[in-house]
């Protein structure tokens, strides 16, 4: 999703197929697959970031997942 990441692409890649093989382990269709991926960012958001920081934060990750898929061409 980033252009610019600080994290190596075989770090990335890895943590994503990871949790792939745990969607597809427990079958689960998109729109479940797309609530539990939001319940983790939101969980990361909340456990992790301070409170004045956590909107900033929400709001560029979204604009970021946005600008992925207007981007991406499958």
Do not use: C, W
Not at 16 to 44: F, Q, R, Y
């Amino acid at each position: 999703m980033a252009i610019n990441s600080k994290y190596q692409d075989k770090q990335v890649d890895e943590i994503l197929k990871d949790i792939i093989e745990v969607l597809e382990k427990h079958k689960a269709p998109v729109d479940l697959s797309l609530v539990v991926l939001g319940n983790m960012v939101t969980n990361l958001l909340t456990s992790s970031v301070g409170a004045n920081q956590r909107t900033v934060l929400a709001q560029a990750f979204s604009d970021a997942l946005l600008n992925s898929v207007k981007t991406k061409h499958h």
